[in-house]
């Protein structure tokens, strides 16, 4: 049997790759601090892992005897782990991005108090690299390398920019350049800027804190109110199903009141069956909590896509949330309407 060479694979993994995907994820994987040579390797596992997921999911639901279905879920278990491990990689650039913003004042201040202290830019920026800096620090380091080694200052700081996806960085280093072509006062500028920088992250935690109620809001929506009314809905359902088995009104149909046009005799039961009930709920529930999860992270951040890691946590509570509802009125109403 011939093996399977991994390194053909991957070649041609990236080849019939997308131009632009590669492009976007090879700055997304800079941006989260790895080295560029890491893209070709992300985007072949990312494949190779998810259709591995889809393949693995799809056979065990076959054997379940699942059948077509089986097929459904695979592909989605494959495309849904794909996207997971897209979306880990521009978690962590964003993550590394808004911790860079929280130091951005410390070492903005601490430049400045450098560069008052009879230092040129250059050497000023090398020595504020601290470790209390955390990844920010190896950036420092970097430009101060760089700087060092002839570079002009407003290319490595540019470059800077391009390994960090943070637009508050970009506007700070474009003003700093601007300083510098300038010829002003460079320690005065950076003070003034660690404070604007202080004053609008105080702000926006402001505008956080007031809008929390509204994020309360979609949550108990969506992870209870929903959740409640759909199973109430089905147990109803199936009550109403079983009300209308033959068994059930065998006696009422019996009876003469009922009989010969009666009510009884043109009532029809439910035009819905509980199972197609169920699976409209819990798909039902899956997009409810999708969309709220987007809008919560619109809330709180104002970018949809920090609502995406709220997505596990809400979809699992709203279907947990479902079916204890619906076991708790079946078993306390359970019995009563067919006594």
């Known amino acids: 049997m011939k093996k399977i060479d991994f390194r053909v694979l991957k070649k041609k993994l990236i080849y019939f790759t997308p131009r632009k995907y590669k492009e976007v994820m090879r700055k ?9 040579e890491f893209v070709t390797r992300f985007i072949s596992f990312s494949i190779l892992f998810s259709v591995s997921v889809g393949v693995i999911i799809t056979f065990d639901l076959w054997l379940l005897g699942l059948g077509t279905l089986a097929f ?36 903005l201040q601490l430049m400045g108090a450098n560069i008052r202290a009879g230092m ?14 955390g990844v920010f620090e190896d950036e ?56 604007n920088i202080r004053v609008t992250r105080s702000l926006k935690k402001e505008i956080k804190s007031s809008v929390v109620t509204y994020s309360i809001f979609i949550l108990f929506a969506a992870v209870i109110g929903a959740p409640a009314l759909f199973s109430i809905g089905l147990f109803f359902v ?40 169920f699976w409209f709920a819990i798909a039902s529930l899956m997009v409810m909590t999708f969309f709220g999860s987007l809008i919560i992270g619109l809330i709180q951040s104002g970018k949809e896509k920090i609502g995406l890691k709220f997505i596990p946590l809400l979809m699992s509570g709203a279907i947990i949330v479902f079916f204890v509802v619906h076991f708790v009125i079946s078993l306390i109403f359970g019995g009563f309407f067919l006594m």
């Open 238 to 277: 199936e009550t109403m199903t079983k009300l209308w088995t033959p068994e059930v009104l065998g006696g009422v149909e019996a009876g003469s009141g009922f009989a010969g046009g009666g009510f009884f005799s043109k009532a029809t039961g439910p035009q819905v069956t509980p199972t197609q009930l």
């Open 120 to 133: 040129t830019i250059d050497r000023a920026i090398w020595l504020s690299a601290r470790p209390e800096f």
């Open 140 to 195: 420092i380091k970097r430009v101060g390398a760089k700087t060092v080694a002839g570079k002009p200052i407003e290319k490595a700081l540019m470059e800077m920019t391009k390994r960090i996806k943070s637009d508050i960085l970009e506007k700070t280093v474009k003003l700093i350049i601007e300083g510098i072509a300038a010829g002003g006062e460079i320690a005065n500028l950076m003070e003034e800027i660690a404070n």
């Open 72 to 107: 459904l879920v695979g592909i989605g278990c494959g495309i849904l782990s794909f996207i997971i491990l897209q979306t880990s990689v521009i978690f962590i650039a964003d993550s590394r991005a808004e911790e860079i913003e929280k130091i951005l004042p410390d070492a």
């Open 28 to 36: 997304q994987i800079i941006y989260a601090g790895l080295k560029q």
